[in-house]
């Protein structure tokens, strides 16, 4: 029997997969071209059940499958996925998966640069506030593996251009493109399409945070949406940058002033700006 839906590539993000999928009781297979891929004696030992074709793709499952979920590390520009599509079949990844099953709010952070450190520190920030949120997805636990019986308050993914080239159903209540700079250009053909993969973040209702100092994610905005803007340079009213006061530096929301910069316990300008991008978020 042919499987219905085929994994395309293990590692934890696969692993993933295949765990949710065997506990909805759906017909699975997974597939990676590598002979000794990241997760292969987790897969012999918990999925002995499960077809495996590892050290090449096979074909035949591409052509039967109605559904690929392709791990975050396989292009979908590979020729058996863009077979698979031509006929039909449905093209996503994990992060699709769980858009479709989480039942929380999400907060969505992107990024050429920072998206770890940003996803790390509202995770951090919402546990002082007595919150219950899980952080995952490019980072840590994949997200997939952060759905339960049980929904937190909210959902904080750090997310990845190929994890967002295969979403199309997130809405996430607060999405970030924290900057874009040239970037797996093996993967893409040019900047402005690594830039298309990163908006879709942005896709759905929720509010944007966006960095005032990057032209290129300012034209993402979407007019009539909530917007939170920050830069490393003095904010408008409503935005979060830095400010002079009592003869030193603040991070600051418009003209108030919140903290000196000299207390990040993290150095650098960069990390001002993550800093920021966080305030923002945290605020809407």
Request: with cysteine.
């Amino acid at each position: 029997m042919q499987p219905e839906t085929l994994v395309v590539g293990l590692g934890a993000t696969g692993l993933s997969v295949l765990r949710f999928l065997r506990a909805r009781g759906e017909s699975v297979a997974v597939t990676d071209s590598r002979i000794n891929p990241p997760g292969r004696d987790e897969l012999a030992r918990d999925f002995a059940e499960v077809p495996a074709a590892l050290g090449g793709f096979d074909a035949a499952w591409f052509t039967h499958a109605r559904q690929l979920i392709v791990s975050p590390g396989v292009a979908v520009s590979e020729p058996l996925i863009e077979a698979a599509r031509a006929r039909g079949a449905e093209i996503i990844g994990d992060i699709e998966l769980f858009a479709r099953h989480a039942r929380a709010p999400v907060v969505a952070i992107t990024g050429s640069n920072g998206k770890s450190t940003v996803t790390t520190l509202l995770g951090e920030m919402a546990a002082d506030a007595g919150r219950a949120v899980r952080v995952g997805g490019n980072i840590g636990r994949p997200a997939l593996d952060l759905l339960s019986d049980s929904e937190p308050d909210f959902y904080i993914l750090e997310l990845s251009s190929f994890q967002l080239e295969t979403t199309h159903s997130l809405d996430a209540a607060v999405a970030v493109v924290l900057n874009i700079s040239p970037d797996h250009l093996d993967r893409y053909p040019s900047v402005s399409a690594y830039a298309a993969s990163k908006q879709r973040v942005y896709h759905g209702h929720g509010a944007m945070v966006v960095n005032c100092d990057d032209p290129t994610v300012v034209a993402m905005q979407v007019p009539g949406r909530r917007t939170v803007g920050f830069t490393l340079g003095r904010p408008l009213a409503s935005d979060f940058g830095i400010l002079e006061h009592d003869g030193e530096h603040w991070l600051a929301k418009g003209e108030m002033p919140l903290m000196p910069v000299r207390e990040l316990r993290m150095a650098g300008r960069h990390n001002q700006a993550n800093a920021l991008a966080a305030l923002a978020v945290g605020e809407v």
